[in-house]
T-cell receptor
């Protein structure tokens, strides 16, 4: 069975500082990996996804994530955050049967 | 216009009442899902449907039922609501993006409070 662990439930970051949101997964088979963002009072929006190929994936709003198979990680990064990045971020994993397993989420707080 | 819509957006109901949450989509996708979101627990799958005649239980289906009235409509019912069903409920659709990989598209959510 697959599982996803987001190591931090909340991450406070000063505006214009870099941020990394950590995600580790567990699976005995090849997986597809996703990061979703949920802005306040909204649904989930896909930030980026890893299917195969290059391990560095670029997404919307300046975010990127790196797939590390040996460490079973898929950490999300942004070099300089903005107040508008305040949201909850979910890492997710999917295998061939289409079901997606979500992590418990990381709340990103941007400090002025 | 939103591709996946949910009604109502907010609902307060009393213990023991029957309530239905509705989801409609204009994306033309066959696959639809219902999730609930609780603080600190992420999203958990309640039911999913791969087409009108194919409905499956997710990891937390107890206390819920669903109806797939058409390709575009997928409703979630709570036959007798209880307070621990207070949560944010999301509907989603999915479509293939490559090979056997599907991408999911979420509605805006329904915030349900059971008192």
């Amino acid at each position: 069975a697959q599982s996803v662990t987001q190591l931090d439930s909340q991450v406070p970051v000063f505006e214009e500082a870099p941020v990394e949101l950590r995600c580790n997964y567990s699976s005995s088979v090849s997986v597809y990996l996703f990061w979703y963002v949920q802005y306040p009072n909204q649904g989930l929006q896909l930030l980026l996804k890893y299917l195969s190929g290059s391990t560095l994936v670029k997404g919307i709003n300046g975010f990127e994530a790196e797939f590390n198979k040996s460490q079973t990680s898929f950490h999300l990064r942004k070099p300089s955050v903005h107040i508008s990045d305040t949201a909850e971020y979910f890492c997710a994993v999917s295998v061939r049967d289409d079901k997606i397993i979500f992590g418990k989420g990381t709340r990103l707080h941007i400090l002025p | 216009d939103a591709d996946v819509t949910q009604t109502p957006r907010n609902r307060i109901t009393k213990t023991g009442k029957r309530i239905m949450l509705e989801c409609s989509q204009t994306k033309g996708h066959d696959r639809m899902y219902w999730y609930r979101q609780d603080p600190g627990l992420g999203l958990r799958l309640i039911y999913y449907s791969f087409d009108v005649k194919d409905i499956n239980k997710g990891e937390i289906s107890d206390g819920y039922s669903v109806s797939r009235q058409a390709q575009a409509k997928f409703s979630l019912s709570l036959e007798s609501a209880i307070p621990n069903q207070t949560a944010l409920y999301f509907c989603a659709t999915s479509d293939v993006v490559a090979g056997d990989l599907y991408e999911q598209y979420f509605g805006p959510g329904t915030r349900l409070t059971v008192t």
